[in-house]
């Protein structure tokens, strides 16, 4: 690399990072009005179990409908939001809306009693002391019980202040609302904090199942994941279900509950009321 060449790549970092860093400075007065305008949509994917196929809940992914750029996909906006404190905002707007539409499929008589909805929530919201507070509020006003709600929360989240973490998840946890351990196996995780924390459920990264019966290094993890949900009494989702052979696999390992394109893709939650109503398919409602 000559000397030359050294310097035209540095500049060329240093525009793209300040390209980067005017793009976020126009981004963020936009997310916060777009939060107001009511930008945000949710939709929901099924969560199946793995024996029956019946869907036992749905899981809430945000998109936000921006003006000029479609669909904006959540891996884009909410790293922004949690580094400019939008989050808070930003997660009370899902958790609201994911309570309403799981009270109107309760109205609309759609789902049973035991159908959950999950609820992705960031690290910076659980050291919040408002969360419970929010969800219990948001539970009681829609006539709804702590165990229909599921909170998703990813591992980074429990490495970067486990102490102000885990006694959030814990109040949580005594309320009555089921945890779950999102991307398992991704990142910072060890035994030791799982043994800490109050969790329900461990979520198999989809980067472990898509390797499942064709990479052996995969699909020993996904077993052990498996086996360590059960010992330690949690149940287990598999998420990124692509293939029928991955869906077989998992049944014969043991899998409770599965998630993926295979069994369903994210909906808004008017095509989701419109496809477990049809007339004809009473199955849906318990088991597409
Ligand atoms: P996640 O919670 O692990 O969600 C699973 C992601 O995998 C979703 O991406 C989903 O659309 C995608 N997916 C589902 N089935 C398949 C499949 O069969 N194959 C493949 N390749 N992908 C599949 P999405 O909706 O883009 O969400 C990305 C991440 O953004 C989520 O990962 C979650 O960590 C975060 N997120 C989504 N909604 C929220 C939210 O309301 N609050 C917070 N804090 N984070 C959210
Ligand atoms: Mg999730
Ligand atoms: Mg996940
Ligand atoms: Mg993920």
């Known amino acids: 690399l000559s000397k030359n060449e050294g310097r035209n790549r540095s500049s060329r970092f240093t525009d793209r990072l300040r390209d980067l860093a ?35 809940g749905v899981e809430a992914l945000v998109r936000w409908n921006r003006p000029g750029h479609g669909m904006v996909p959540p891996d884009v906006f909410i790293p922004l939001a949690e580094d400019t404190g939008i989050i808070g905002q930003l997660g009370e707007w ?21 159908f959950h909805m999950a609820v992705n929530v960031s690290p910076l919201q659980l050291v919040t002391p408002s969360l419970v507070g929010v969800i219990r509020r948001l539970l009681a006003g829609h006539g709804l019980k702590p165990a229909d709600l599921t909170i998703e929360i ?25 945890l779950s351990i999102d991307d398992f196996g991704t990142r910072y995780s060890s035994l030791a904090n799982l043994r800490h924390l109050p969790a329900h459920q461990l979520k198999i990264d989809k980067s472990f199942v ?3 019966g064709k990479n052996r290094a995969d699909s020993t993890l996904v077993e052990t ?28 390992l043991g899998c409770d509950l599965a998630q993926g394109y295979h069994l369903g893709r994210p909906q808004t939650g008017p095509e989701l009321t419109t496809a477990w109503a049809q007339p004809l398919a009473p199955a849906q409602v318990a088991g597409n």
């Open 22 to 56: 005017r793009e976020r400075v126009h981004t963020e007065p936009a997310l916060r009005q777009g939060i107001e305008r009511g930008e945000l949509v949710l939709f929901y994917q099924p969560i199946r179990d793995v024996a029956e196929g019946h869907v036992k």
């Open 94 to 114: 899902v958790m609201t809306e994911a309570i309403r539409q799981l009270r109107r499929w309760r109205d609309g008589g759609l789902v049973g009693s035991d």
């Open 154 to 178: 990813t591992e980074s989240t429990m490495m970067s202040d486990l102490a102000s973490i885990s006694n959030a998840l814990r109040a949580l946890a005594d309320y009555g609302v089921a």
């Open 210 to 212: 898509a390797g499942l």
């Open 225 to 252: 994941v498996i086996g360590l949900a059960r010992g330690l009494g949690m149940s287990c989702v598999a998420e990124g279900v692509e293939t029928a052979g991955q869906m077989d696999l998992l049944r014969a």
